[in-house]
């Protein structure tokens, strides 16, 4: 009999078996074997102002409550948590994981407090490295007498790196550009830069299939929790094939309800990627007689206009405008004393920052231009809800199958395939809105802690309104959980436009046809 390591019990006690379907969030997979005589591993660095800033369990990057693993063996895996199946761990793997060392072409220089180099390398040693710099002048530098030195890392475009920041910060994301001036990722669809000098070095990350081979080797045969929760690791990576290899390998040996009903889905999966050849003819599928689940998502455009109507101007996401943007505004509201009327100074539009552009067509109440801005980043309101409220506790509580993203939700049904996309998560966003339940909403703006959707996560003896008495219901915003009872309240007054009255056309699955939305908003 082996005993688990901490790291494999951490995983075990944090996370337990999800209850239901599997979900689309990131559970940690196992780490590195222990040494002979185990030490509990240190928590990844997670930087506590960035995109990535995202745990489904609260939201700020950490478990709630003591996660520390009790000793046990692997043989009898300890018990899932109360919580099991509603919280996880952080969303990526261990921090101390790196890719294998390879040649660098580029460097960064601090000279001294005030002057930096940064070019190609024409040759390096221990004491001295020469620089070609951009205009093709060789520059030679004495490694003792500079503040320190940055090799930069090259392409492609796209691939996993971690930054490390001067004040101790880890960011894992895709990498857009180890640059000279900037440092630009993608984490979860949003494109960040951060300025050269405040980044200590880029380092490329492991791949999936990378991370799956040392996670493999570290689990012992009888860590059954630890293996399906591998499994379920490789499901929310769409890994189908090595999640079906590990779920067959654990029913090999032992019998695992939760496994088989994930081997199920994934069998689905499979199943759905197989090409048919021309002589295959479809087996008929057997009827289904649960009733088909609502599957009609916002489209991308939609998800644009949303963020252009929650934009906050004094502290603006990124953003795009085209000058046949600026051509049609300045052309269609020629008339308007917001229009100068000399040349010259409507030619001063085309040079001016995106977010005067946008200030200048909300003046305007130009709504029939505001699809073509292009919203890139996600403006604060948004950002709150998708980390301190959708994510935290919303897809893990009430999204689930067997609540309101299965058939037996009632008059509420929310997506909860594919969560973390745009597409998923507004909609989301924009049921919650528009939603009301015997004429009281889910979302009340006036009095945000009156909220049926609020009055519901609340434990029965906290709520005015409790939650009805079904089955597998727990509440989300417990007492250990104030963080989240605040942040929902903040990111209710926080919301530009009330009540999801966006221009959008969508209603949410199974209530009334709404009134139509006017999508004014304040000063919008």
């Known amino acids: 009999m082996h005993l688990a390591t901490p790291a494999i019990l951490a995983l075990v006690v944090g996370l337990g078996a999800p209850r239901g379907a599997p979900v689309a969030f990131d559970p940690p997979p196992p780490e590195a074997p222990a040494p002979a005589t185990p030490t509990t591993p240190p928590a990844p660095i997670v930087p506590s102002s960035s995109p990535a800033d995202e745990n489904p369990a609260n939201g700020n990057g950490a478990p ?51 002057s930096t180099a940064a070019g190609t390398i024409e040759s390096d040693n221990d004491e001295v490295i020469v620089l070609r710099d951009e205009r093709g002048r060789l520059k030679t530098f004495t490694k003792s007498r500079v503040i320190g030195v940055t090799y930069l890392l090259e392409g492609p475009s796209g691939r996993r790196v971690r930054i490390l920041f001067n004040d101790g910060r880890t960011l894992v994301g895709k990498l857009l550009e180890d640059g000279y001036e900037n440092v630009s990722i993608e984490i979860e669809g949003i494109s960040t830069k951060y300025p050269r000098a405040a980044v200590s070095e880029v380092q490329p990350y492991p791949t999936d299939e990378e991370l799956y081979e040392r996670f493999r080797t570290a689990i012992e045969p009888d860590q059954y929790t630890a293996r399906y929760t591998l499994a ?37 999966q499979l199943a759905l990627m197989k090409p048919r050849t021309d002589g295959d003819t479809p087996a008929p599928r057997p009827r289904d007689p649960r009733p088909e689940l609502p599957s009609n998502l916002l489209s991308k455009s939609d998800v644009n206009l949303i963020r252009v109507y929650e934009l906050d101007l004094a502290d603006p996401p990124r953003m795009q405008v085209s000058d046949e943007l600026v051509r049609t505004m300045l052309e269609k509201y020629s008339h308007s004393e917001l229009i100068p009327a ?21 003046a305007l109440k130009a709504r029939e231009l505001y699809p073509q801005i292009e919203v890139i980043g996600e403006p604060e309101s948004l950002n709150l809800f998708r980390q301190r409220v959708h994510n935290a506790w ?11 993203g299965g058939p037996d939700g009632g008059r509420l049904f929310l997506h909860n395939r594919d969560s973390k996309d745009d597409d998923t998560r507004y909609t989301n966003l924009l049921i919650l809105l528009r939603t009301k339940i015997d004429t009281l909403p889910l979302v009340d703006f006036d009095k945000p802690t ?8 609340l434990p029965t003896t906290e709520a005015r309104r409790p939650h009805p008495d079904v089955k597998g219901w727990s509440p989300a915003l417990t007492s250990s959980r104030k963080g989240l009872q605040e942040d929902f309240v903040r990111w209710v007054r926080s919301m530009r436009v009330r009540n999801g009255d966006y221009p959008v056309d969508y209603t949410p699955p199974g209530m009334r046809q709404p009134e139509a939305p006017s999508g004014t908003g304040p000063d919008r």
């Open 232 to 268: 379920l690791w490789l499901y929310n990576r769409k890994m189908y094939a090595e999640s079906k290899h590990e779920l067959d390998s654990l029913l090999e040996a032992t019998n695992h309800y939760e496994a088989k009903r994930l081997l199920n889905e994934v069998d689905a």
């Open 450 to 457: 009156d909220s049926l959707l609020f009055q519901y996560a």
């Open 394 to 404: 919303v897809i893990n509580n009430c999204a689930t199958s067997r609540c309101h």
């Open 342 to 362: 000399k040349s010259a100074e409507k030619a001063g539009f085309y040079s001016k920052e995106p977010v005067e552009i946008v200030r200048t067509l909300f």
């Open 64 to 114: 709630e409550g003591n996660t520390t693993p009790e000793k046990g063996s692997a043989a009898t895996p300890p018990p899932a948590t109360e919580a099991a199946g509603t919280e996880a761990g952080p969303k990526e793997p261990p921090a101390n994981l790196t890719a294998p060392v390879e040649e660098r072409k580029r460097a960064y220089i601090v000279v001294d407090r005030v």
